[in-house]
């Protein structure tokens, strides 16, 4: 246990040195001349003993000494007076002890999120299949670009992302979305997260109205709110948005926000003549349509419906539920007319992140990487999908398909978010239906559970415990 020597010099720790560990004599010493001082046994402005009596001491070079020191004088443990000596700081950080539990935060979207930096429960929605990710493809390639960047000398980034991934997804997205467009109105996000926040930025939508999905993501909505917009929940049918409604609640809204591909979470697409009139809306009121293109490209029935097309159209898409969440990321795409004010807001609010991510998706995006990806998902989806309503059906005859998901609805008043809580004990986590929805007179209860992850037991044994819950919890 290291100790102090009391006498009438510097204060000396007692610390003891092995050669056998992993970590070097300095560092050793870093950490035994911390700990003193941590514990109190090295007291604030106490004198510590020169370079050269320590190393003496502790039998080790100078250096080995000096080198520690340094660390601790750039962590402010220690001040260095030149030839007065070195002292102990008279500031020191409290003790580790006495900090508050890390837990005692709650963490971000505890209420909506059940768990950061876990692997995906059955049926939790947002996360591609698991064991579908090409990991060794993806690793070849993140660790090429990785050695190419420490190999380079590079100034800043450009703050729009790198120019290999924003020219692949100029044609990506022509040929899966039907989006025309160049390098330049592409901007790379921190994700669907980092797009939308950048366009309330860019657009300054503080204090202004904006149509949002009833039901829609919850998660956008509460981002809208905390930017300080008033959401306006517009109905959802069997045909996608009702537009009419939204003009006659708020005809003069700054945008909507609008999932036209697979609706989030009930899975439509947006009708033709829905379409047009969400289009001839945005042209005549100069306002904006914000398209999520929630698993556009995960059509499984057909083929994906073209993205929305016209000069008033943001669109969001992200890598987040066909590649990894972890990779945090996402782009957007502006009319030609906003580009130049949309990089400037990147530039000096949300610049992109890391080049040799970017690149990487790039050459995987290059090599057909992406698109074989895809393909083998919607297949593996569509035997999942089936898999899971042949499961749940015999127990629940109201299950339908949704996207890549399948909704069971429940009694009015049913305690869905009870029931989705409680399933987290069984490595289940289905979304409750009613937290969709923003309007009360509309709300619905049920469970949306994704196909994406299947269980080692199949999902047969979930679907009956999904039975029992909502028979004890419902």
């Not at 992302?161 to 924003?166: D, E, V």
């Amino acid at each position: 246990m290291p100790g102090i020597h009391k006498n009438n010099g510097p204060s000396v720790p007692d610390i003891l040195l092995r050669r056998d560990t992993g970590h070097s004599l300095s560092e050793q010493i870093r950490e035994g001349m911390t700990q003193a001082i941590d514990e109190g046994r090295l007291k604030p402005g106490s004198r510590v003993p020169s370079c050269r009596d320590l190393a003496a001491q502790l039998g080790v070079a100078r250096g080995t000494v000096r080198s520690a020191y340094d660390m601790l004088v750039d962590s402010q443990r220690l001040v260095a007076k030149g030839s007065a000596g070195t002292w102990v700081s008279e500031v020191q950080r409290s003790p580790a002890d006495n900090l508050p539990p890390d837990t005692a935060v709650m963490a971000p979207l505890a209420t909506v999120i059940h768990a950061f930096d876990r692997p995906p429960l059955t049926f939790q929605l947002g996360v591609p299949a698991n064991d579908a990710f090409p990991a060794k493809v993806w690793s070849r390639i993140l660790t090429r670009h990785a050695r190419e960047m420490v190999s380079k000398p590079i100034g800043y980034s450009d703050p729009r992302g790198s120019q290999a991934l924003r020219e692949q997804l100029v044609s990506y997205l022509s040929m899966a979305r039907g989006i025309r467009c160049q390098a330049s109105q592409v901007i790379i996000t921190h994700g669907y997260a980092g797009a939308l926040g950048l366009i309330c930025l860019a657009l300054g939508l503080r204090g202004k109205s904006v149509w949002t999905e009833d039901p829609g993501y919850l998660l956008a909505r509460k981002a809208l709110t905390l930017a300080g917009v008033d959401a306006i929940p517009v109905a959802v049918d069997e045909q996608g948005l009702c537009v009419a409604e939204g003009v006659r609640l708020a005809a003069e809204a700054a945008a909507v926000l609008v999932t036209p591909g697979q609706q989030a979470p009930l899975g439509m697409t947006l009708s033709l003549e829905r379409r047009a009139a969400l289009l001839a809306w945005a042209e005549r009121q100069a306002s904006w349509i914000i398209e999520d293109d929630y698993l556009g490209e995960l059509q499984l029935e057909g083929r994906a419906a073209p993205a929305l097309d016209g000069g008033r159209v943001l669109h969001i898409g992200t890598f987040s539920k066909n590649l990894s969440p972890s990779l945090r990321l996402g782009y957007l795409v502006v009319p030609a007319s906003q580009a130049a004010h949309f990089a400037e807001t990147a530039a000096l609010l949300a610049p992109a992140s890391s080049f040799v991510l970017h690149n990487a998706v790039a050459e995987f995006l290059h090599e057909g990487h992406f698109m074989r990806h895809l393909r083998r998902m919607k297949r593996l989806y569509n035997e999942r999908l089936v898999a899971l309503l042949a499961a749940l059906q015999p127990l629940f005859p109201q299950a339908a398909r949704a996207a890549l998901a399948v909704i069971i609805a429940l009694p009015e008043g049913c305690k869905d978010a009870r029931i989705a809580h409680e399933a987290l004990a069984f490595g289940m986590a289905p979304t409750p239906l009613s937290v969709w929805y923003q309007d009360d007179g509309r709300r619905r209860y049920g469970l949306v559970l994704s196909v994406t992850n299947m269980p080692r037991e199949g999902f047969d044994a979930c679907a009956q415990r999904l039975k029992a819950l909502v028979e004890t919890f419902g």
